[in-house]
């Protein structure tokens, strides 16, 4: 009996190590919307030389075409693809755009000329998607490592590290243990997701609508909202109680693995001939770790959240849900997105490693 139970342990580890390698060496990207994109825009890369990657406030915030015609009435060239994904964490947004540089290496791309990355502090992942693939496939051993020291340098209080930690945890062992590497998902049909101009932007109006498959209930956050319309309000009233833009010492909230991460990034694009810039969108709950990446890397930073600066874009009136603007909204904010971009388009600081230069 014992012999029997010790040769069941032994299969069962032998299972665990087996299904471990598959994981971490033959795992992918396991995000259906964002993957049929990524596949579309990099099988038409020569079309496009811009691309957006973030959360659903970029894919739903930022609109392409919009954004190109306005860079082109001041002489600014860009064919713009949204690879903002709904439910994206700052971690995944990191490892999607670190795998297209890799990719585009391997291409020895040379068309595309800018990024734009939404920057987010740490968050824990979604109950419903920790339990899904999206919520795992990513926190590898190496982005496991970056949680844990982000959460070690942040200022957070004891509990609340905990919390974001024990979420990035479960990832952890879901990556090990779960099942990565097998996709047992329906091929999609693109066109849901590319959208009607096929540079990967649908509005939530047209979501709602049923243009596209969902990660999320968004008719439900919407009327949750509409049953609450303060809720927005009180978002902003306590970003403001809590001064988030009006503290002068950003230093207080540096975490310097993330500014490691991002200067990485900054270097890498720049060897590929990429600008990157960093976005940081409005409606967020919390802004005081992300202003700290603004004020480090300046040269490179769009930031459109401060209430007092953009009161249209914490307004009911632009409002789809709480955290999110409307298809109205979304035009005021690509509006200011592509004046803060020009400006920085052709502006002659770049950034190198962290260090701001002044070209000659």
């Not at 996709?183 to 540079?199: C, F, R, T, V």
């Not at 909230?253 to 270097?267: G, M, T, W, Y």
Request: some cysteine; charged content about 25%; proline content about 3%.
């Amino acid at each position: 009996m014992k012999k029997f139970l010790k040769n069941i342990l032994l299969f069962l580890a032998i299972i665990l190590v087996v299904n471990a390698v598959l994981n971490i060496y033959f795992s992918k990207i396991c995000d259906t919307r964002y993957q049929t994109r990524y596949n579309y825009f990099i099988n038409h890369i020569h079309d496009y030389n811009t691309v957006f990657w973030g959360s659903s406030r970029t894919a739903y915030h930022c609109i392409p075409l919009y954004f190109d015609s306005l860079n082109a009435s001041k002489n600014i060239s860009t064919r713009t693809f949204n690879l903002g994904t709904p439910g994206n964490k700052v971690i995944e947004t990191y490892y999607q755009y670190e795998n297209f540089l890799k990719d585009y290496a391997a291409r020895k791309g040379t068309n595309v000329k800018y990024a734009l990355i939404e920057i987010q502090f740490l968050e824990p992942v979604t109950t419903k998607n920790l339990t899904t693939k999206k919520g795992y496939y990513y926190m590898n051993a190496s982005n496991f490592k970056f949680a844990a020291e982000y959460l070690k340098q942040s200022k957070r209080k004891p509990a609340t590290k905990i919390r974001v930690g024990a979420n990035c945890l479960a990832s952890a062992l879901q990556k090990v243990f779960g099942f990565n590497y097998i996709d047992i998902n329906k091929e999609p049909n693109a066109s849901l997701y590319l959208g009607k101009n096929k540079d990967g932007y649908i509005s939530l109006e047209d979501e709602s609508a049923g243009a596209a498959d969902r990660h999320v209930d968004i008719e439900g956050m919407r009327e949750i909202y509409l049953k609450d319309t303060t809720s927005l309000l009180k978002r902003k009233l306590k970003i403001e109680k809590r001064k988030d833009f009006e503290i002068t010492d950003h230093n207080k909230f540096n975490i310097p693995v993330n500014f490691k991460r991002i200067a990485s990034l900054i270097k890498r694009s720049q060897d590929s001939g990429i600008k990157l810039y960093l976005v940081i969108q409005p409606r967020v709950e919390d802004y005081n770790e992300v202003l700290a990446v603004k004020y480090h890397f300046p040269g490179n930073t769009i930031e459109l959240a401060n209430p007092r600066q953009y009161p249209a874009f914490w307004a009911n009136k632009y409002a789809y849900d709480v955290g999110h603007l409307n298809y109205p909204g979304a035009r005021l904010f690509t509006n200011s997105l592509s004046g803060d971009f020009i400006k920085l388009a052709t502006d002659k600081i770049i950034a190198n490693n962290n260090i701001i230069v002044k070209q000659k």
